[in-house]
């Protein structure tokens, strides 16, 4: 079984920066794309960014420039910091990572519980 941590989610002004971690843990063979989604209320959540174990990374337009992603192989762990923070870059933002259970298996999404980002003054 596999496990998403995130931590990292708070309270920030306007053009202040934040960073999310999010590790993953349990038994697996390997992960080969980890990333952030976001869902604001009242909106379908949406990509933020991606990484591949080889440190390809894919960034949603809203966030180029601002957010960077990246990833620590050894811990399994990913990371996104966030700097120049919009209110409208307030929502639960959640980890995902495309996981190889075994060597036999295929790749299989796994989600992790969310972290809440609020901007604000």
């Known amino acids: 079984q596999v496990q998403l941590v995130e931590s990292g989610g708070d309270l920030v002004q306007p053009g202040g920066s934040l960073r999310l971690s999010c590790a993953a843990s349990g038994t697996f063979f390997s992960i080969y794309v980890m990333g952030w989604y976001r869902q604001a209320p009242g909106k379908q959540r949406e990509l933020a960014a991606v990484?591949?174990?080889?440190?390809?990374?894919n960034y949603a337009d809203s966030v180029k420039g601002r957010f960077t992603i990246s990833r620590d192989n050894a811990k399994n762990t990913v990371y996104l910091q966030m700097s120049s923070l919009k209110p409208e870059d307030a929502a639960v933002y959640y980890c995902n990572a495309n996981v190889k259970p075994n060597f036999y298996s295929d790749y299989r999404d796994y989600w992790g519980q969310g972290t809440q980002v609020t901007v604000s003054s």
């Open positions: 990484i591949t174990s080889s440190g390809i990374t």
